[in-house]
């Protein structure tokens, strides 16, 4: 019987793409400064693929010959831009999020948020939005040295009531569900490619449908 939802966090529930435009386009001015890069403007189109990837992998594929420095430092300006406009009440659900997230809890499952995201981050959203009005668990790729989520999730599924459903939009958090045998739901309203999404086991395009896709995910379960 399924008890615990797994949700992803950016492109899953919170809509990232303004706020990670602005702050991604800050650092890269910096790094035009520096003379590191040349002289560009991204738009948000440009850069929303990079959305779901941690700071390790996203610098490593933007910019693999940038001095690890430099990636730490650009990574840092990213990290602080985002929460300072978090903290400046810019950030956004997407439209419905809290209803449906509101909808799930009164259906009695527990949720959990895995992001690939930075600890401040995640905390940051934490408060912003009273999170613990749904969650129990927090996980963030950083505090387990950046690793991919299939292999965070076996150190804290003991800590939450079995079975699992992943929620999230992103080849990386559809991979957990496929390496662990978990259903899944892929959320095609957020920044995966469509052939990111195939594996999914039912796929949502808008977020007020995970209520019924995972109802029937829950029959199909007792079936």
């Not at 690793?147 to 699992?164: L, N, Q």
């Not at 080849?171 to 957990?176: E, I, P, Q, T």
């Not at 390496?179 to 999404?197: I, N, R, T």
Request: proline content about 5%; some cysteine.
């Amino acid at each position: 019987m399924i008890r615990t939802l797994i949700f992803d966090w950016d492109g899953t529930l919170h809509d990232t793409t303004r706020l990670y435009g602005c702050a991604f386009r800050k650092a890269y001015d910096w790094l035009v400064a520096q003379g590191a890069a040349p002289a560009r403007h991204y738009a948000d189109a440009d850069v929303t693929r990079y959305l779901g990837m941690n700071a390790k992998d996203m610098w490593n594929t933007f910019m693999p010959l940038l001095p690890q420095e430099m990636k730490t430092r650009a990574s840092d300006i990213i990290g602080r831009e985002m929460i300072s406009r978090i903290d400046a009440g810019e950030a956004i659900l997407y439209p419905g999020a809290e209803e449906t997230l509101t909808r799930l809890k009164e259906m009695g499952f527990e949720m959990t948020i895995l992001s690939n995201c930075k600890r401040p981050y995640l905390r940051a959203h934490r408060s912003a939005f009273g999170l613990d009005r749904w969650f129990t668990g927090y996980y963030c790729c950083e505090d387990f040295g950046f690793v991919p989520k299939e292999e965070i999730f076996p150190r804290f599924r003991d800590r939450h009531p079995e079975s699992y459903v992943m929620i999230g939009d992103r080849a990386s958090d559809l991979k957990v569900a496929s390496v662990h045998g978990l259903p899944s739901v892929g959320c095609a309203y957020g920044f995966g490619s469509p052939e990111e999404l195939g594996s999914a086991t039912c796929v949502a395009n808008d977020v007020t449908e995970l209520p019924e896709l995972i109802e029937k995910l829950l029959q199909e379960n007792r079936e």
